[in-house]
């Protein structure tokens, strides 16, 4: 079953923070995030493992509940460069089931 | 080349044709995975190799879609007998890890976008 994001779209001004939601209806080992701009390929962000562990990434960071089968994407400062649409997926790498996808567009 | 190479771009067919889609993985990947991306959605798993074996194919649609990678290198993902529903972005992706691994990040090419008429 595909994971759940939300929001479906946001609209930020550039310096503003973001969270993106990702949810699973499936116990959760990993969860994967990537960001995909328009017309080219996902481009990986980070994998979070069953732990509950934050990471990081710039200034993006993730963190994963297992009990609650959830994941949250934070983005902070936002940056023009940050606009395109994310992705959460589920699963081990060989088979990674994506989410529903949010859009995310950073104006100045 | 330093990323995922994927040919054509762009391939627009007419409904019944076969076409065959091509993907150059990074050299040294041992995992290559196909995926369709239809418009506004996610990606949605095709198939997995792990050099040159097959490993799963479960997101195949139907058995009109087939794909090889002979030399455990570059890839092929046939389409026969293509139908509108097929109209979709194919993502072609490799990785370093391989089964045992518990993570892996996903090197994504730019895709074929095959528009059936």
């Known amino acids: 079953q595909q994971p759940v994001q939300s929001p479906q779209a946001v609209i930020l001004r550039e310096g503003e923070d973001a969270v993106i939601n990702c949810s699973s209806s499936k116990a959760l080992y990993s969860v994967h995030w990537y960001r995909q701009k328009h017309g080219e390929a996902p481009v990986f962000l980070m994998i979070l493992l069953k732990g509950g562990e934050q990471k990081g990434h710039d200034k993006i960071s993730a963190s994963f509940n297992e009990k609650k089968q959830q994941s949250s994407l934070y983005l902070t400062a936002s940056q023009l460069s940050y606009s395109g649409t994310y992705f959460c997926?589920?699963?081990?790498?060989?088979?990674?089931?994506f989410g529903t996808g949010t859009k995310l567009q950073v104006i100045p | 080349g330093a990323g995922v190479s994927q040919s054509p771009r762009y391939k627009v067919a007419k409904r019944g044709q076969d076409v065959a889609l091509r993907c150059d993985p990074i050299?040294?990947?041992?995992?290559l995975f196909w995926y369709q991306q239809a418009l506004g959605q996610g990606p949605e798993f095709l198939t997995y190799?792990?050099?040159?074996?097959?490993?799963?194919k479960s997101g195949l649609p139907s058995d009109r879609f087939f794909a090889e990678r002979p030399e455990g290198s570059v890839s092929t993902l046939k389409i026969q007998r293509t139908q509108q529903e097929d109209s979709a972005v194919y993502l072609c992706?490799?990785?370093?890890?391989?089964?045992?691994?518990?993570?892996?990040?996903?090197?994504f090419g730019e895709g074929s976008r095959l528009t059936v008429l």
């Open positions: 190799f792990q050099n040159e074996a097959q490993l799963d």
């Open positions: 992706a490799s990785s370093l890890a391989k089964s045992g691994s518990s993570s892996g990040e996903l090197f």
């Open positions: 050299s040294g990947h041992v995992s």
């Open positions: 997926g589920t699963g081990g790498y060989q088979k990674v089931t």
